[in-house]
């Protein structure tokens, strides 16, 4: 397996705690490095892949969303609603569990390509920690690179395009005073003036520390700003601009609207960020990369000659129709908005927003719970209308 992300090891530690033999391979020499991932992750799906108190930053009860027209809108409840997860200890919580079944774990090793093995298997062919070759015989690869694609490779499906956004997170050490202000919250900052194309956001880690992060699509038909431009100017206006800064870390998420990647070809096999399972609307990848996991290990366990087919079929009925169409919904939310115009769209939306509960708004974000809205939601999301 090619990958010890969220998906990768989690398929990985599925499937050596079912006796399964496995190997994972990572270029990353440490696993706490690449740590790109805003991680807020509902209640739910904290108790579903049983996450433990060490990979959780913090938990959050309201929602913040601050809009182009200046105005800040909060919806907030007692209960926590859910938790910023710490990216780089959830990734070595799940290697740990990985290896601790059984399971193989290299580190610093690079796929270069594979080739059918005469057995009917596979062989991956790999650069170790060290520079030397090697290679790896299995009875099945799975590409679990993310949006890199390193081995399933992009294919050709012009009729589902390809939709890529680009994003940049620091880690700030903040006073007392500023942790109080936006502890228990997800904060969002909407709007062309904000973060032409995009958002951008701040969320609580440990005390003291807070997330600050900026994303957008890109578009090659108008210019846009520089990532550390939009940084900066967020900075200054959430007076958070004499915050330390810990650390500095960006990254790519790529992902096809209507989910129509390449998931197999014979024994290789696809996952996570590979088959275009990130949540586009909000940027959030790491919930369905660990679901994905879990319905291909359930076939891996049993495989039949339409593994792939049956593996696609099963990915779409767990994650559902709405994460199907929350694509084609984030594709026209994000780089629709450039303008005046399209700003005053968003405030529209975002006034039909405050009629709702914080547990109503979650379950718009994460569960794509469009109903709420009724038949006035409806050309929206179809890119229709206002």
């Not at 790109?36 to 509902?42: E, K, L």
């Not at 228990?184 to 909407?190: A, K």
Request: with cysteine; net charge positive; glycine share 12%.
């Amino acid at each position: 397996m090619v990958g010890a992300g969220p998906a990768g090891a989690e398929l990985g530690r599925c499937l050596a705690k079912a006796g399964v033999d496995v190997c994972v391979i990572d270029r990353l020499p440490d696993l706490r490095r690449a740590a790109f991932s805003s991680a807020a992750m509902p209640m739910a799906a904290v108790e579903e892949f049983g996450l433990p108190a060490q990979v959780v930053g913090s938990r959050w009860t309201s929602w913040n969303l601050l809009g182009p027209s200046g105005q800040w809108r909060a919806w907030q409840q007692q209960q926590p609603l859910g938790v910023v997860l710490d990216f780089g200890a959830l990734r070595c919580w799940l290697s740990e569990q990985l290896q601790a079944w059984g399971g193989c774990l290299q580190l610093g090793w690079t796929a270069l390509g594979s080739e059918s093995a005469a057995d009917g298997g596979v062989i991956t062919h790999c650069r170790d920690a060290s520079g030397a070759r090697r290679s790896i015989r299995s009875d099945w690869l799975i590409d679990a690179s993310g949006q890199q694609r390193a081995l399933i490779g992009d294919g050709a499906l012009a009729p589902d395009p390809m939709v890529s956004g680009v994003g940049l997170e620091w880690l700030l050490q903040v006073n007392q005073q500023q942790w109080l202000r936006w502890q228990g919250s997800l904060s969002f900052v909407l709007g062309s003036q904000w973060v032409p194309q995009g958002y951008g956001w701040v969320f609580p880690m440990q005390p003291g520390v807070l997330k600050l992060g900026v994303c957008r699509l890109l578009d090659p038909r108008r210019p846009q700003p520089g990532l550390q431009t939009l940084q900066q100017q967020l900075l200054a206006q959430l007076d958070l601009a004499n915050a330390e800064v810990l650390d500095r870390h960006g990254g790519l998420m790529r992902s096809r609207i209507r989910r129509q990647d390449c998931h197999g070809r014979g024994r290789l096999v696809a996952l996570g960020d590979a088959v275009s399972t990130g949540n586009l609307l909000g940027g959030e990848g790491i919930r369905h990369a660990m679901t994905s996991a879990r319905v291909l290990a359930s076939l891996l366990q049993h495989p039949q000659a339409d593994l792939t087919s049956r593996y696609r079929k099963a990915l779409r009925q767990q994650l559902g129709w709405r994460w199907n169409l929350s694509g084609r919904l984030a594709r026209r939310t994000w780089l629709g908005l450039h303008s005046p115009k399209s700003d005053q769209r968003l405030e529209h939306w975002l006034r039909a927003l405050e009629r709702c509960s914080a547990v109503e708004l979650s379950a718009l974000l994460f569960d794509y719970r469009f109903e709420r809205f009724g038949w006035r939601a409806l050309p929206y999301v179809l890119g229709l209308g206002r």
